[in-house]
């Protein structure tokens, strides 16, 4: 499979890779202001697919991903720099690592074919 960078799907294929690293920031490392940077590339793929080739086919994916965007960062913006009990943090930050997932696999399925994080994804190339 190949995607020109004019494809919109090209652009979907970067939010799932933001995902993956919003990922690893909810899984190991919560770091707010990288999370806000992942959160805004996401945001700004999405924006630009609008404008490409193909961008009627993803952006029911694009639209997800800008709610994820808004949902993460209200919850950011609301408790950064504040004290919260760590049960509540653990389960906030559980609940935004799994949405974050689910969006990224949906996104290559959809959009690459692949199903599952075990299947070899090295025929995909960007023009």
Request: aromatic letters at 8%.
């Amino acid at each position: 499979m190949s995607i020109s960078h004019h494809d919109a799907r090209f652009n979907a294929i970067q939010v799932a890779k933001e995902l993956l690293l919003l990922e690893d920031h909810y899984a190991k490392v919560f770091c707010a202001e990288c999370i806000f940077k992942h959160l805004l590339k996401i945001d700004a793929y999405c924006d630009e697919a609008k404008t490409l080739d193909n961008a009627d086919k993803v952006q029911h994916l694009c639209k997800e991903a800008k709610d994820l965007v808004v949902r993460h960062l209200e919850w950011l913006k609301s408790n950064v720099g504040k004290p919260i009990p760590a049960e509540e943090f653990e389960k906030k930050r559980q609940e935004m690592l799994q949405e974050a997932r689910q969006l990224r696999k949906k996104i290559f399925e959809e959009v690459a074919g692949v199903t599952t994080a075990t299947e070899e994804i090295h025929d995909i190339r960007f023009d």
